[in-house]
Every structure is written in C-alpha cells, then in structure tokens.
C-alpha cells in the first residue's frame, strides 16, 4: 500500500474527448462560459445590491444606466448594455446547451429529441433577441415616464 503525499500538486484530469469534436468544444464551452457567468453575476451582485443598495434601487438608476430610446447613449451607457448583453448571451447560451446535454441523456427516441432541441433552440433564441433588442434600443421614454409616476 503506497501513501500519497497530501502537499503533492494533484494531477490535471484530462479534458474528455466526447463523442465528437462538437462534444469536446461544448463541454470546453460550459467550463469557461460558467466562469464568466461566475464573474458577471457576482459583479452584478455587488454593484447593485451592495454599492448602489436594494433599497435604493430605482427606476432612474435604470434609465440613467441604459439610456433612452432614440437618444445618443454615453460611454457609461454603452458599457452597461454591453455588459448585460454579454451576461444575457452567455446565460442562454450556457442554459441551452446545459439543457441539450440532460435532454440527450433522457430522451433516447432521436426524433423527440430534435423536436425538443429544435422547439427549446427558438424559444430559447426569441428571448436572447429580445432581451439584446431591449438592451440596444434603451428604456422606452413613455414607459419609463409612467414607472417614475408611480
């Protein structure tokens, strides 16, 4: 029986090879598209609901953060757009593929598994379009008028 040195550097595990180089970059896909996620959520985290505060939340810090519609934005602006554009690609992106993966494992008829993919794939997509529509147009003057009226 051979003891092993708690101190000694642990091996690297090797990257799995899959069932094919799709399988090999998408699992590559998941690891660093979840650190990212990992860094921007915490970041999100603590810019709002530590330095700004929850309590202090409002709908002006939004509109002063995204801009309104049909205006010229700032590069404060255009960094925060960017930055949640980013995080919103990436989340469904990563969800997608999260979703693909445990959908492979369960559903073992291929047809109901390319109808499932293909139904999640574009209701998936329609909700990134929107949400990076939402964040390159800027909060809607009208709408942001009422909200402060409340």
């Known amino acids: 029986m051979t003891t092993m040195n708690p101190s000694a550097p642990r091996p690297a595990r090797p990257i799995p090879q899959g069932r094919n180089r799709f399988e090999r970059a998408m699992w590559l896909f998941m690891r660093f598209s979840g650190l990212a996620l990992l860094f921007l959520a915490l970041s999100h985290f603590g810019f709002q609901h ?4 929850t309590h202090q939340l409002t709908s002006e810090d939004t509109i002063v953060r995204w801009g309104l519609a049909g205006e010229s934005i700032t590069l404060a602006q255009l960094f925060w757009r960017l930055y949640y554009g980013v995080m919103v690609l990436l989340a469904m992106l990563h969800g997608l593929n999260g979703l693909r993966q445990v959908a492979y ?3 073992k008829n291929k047809v109901v598994y390319n109808v499932f993919m293909a139904a999640a794939a574009a209701l998936i997509l329609a909700a ?7 964040l390159i147009v800027g909060v809607n ?3 942001a008028a009422e909200a402060l009226a409340r």
Do not use: E, N, W
Not at 50 to 53: A, D, S
Not at 128 to 134: F, H, K, N
């Open 50 to 53: 530590i330095i700004v505060g």
């Open 105 to 107: 494992d369960y559903l």
């Open 128 to 134: 990134t379009a929107l949400g990076v529509i939402a």
């Open 141 to 143: 003057a009208s709408g």
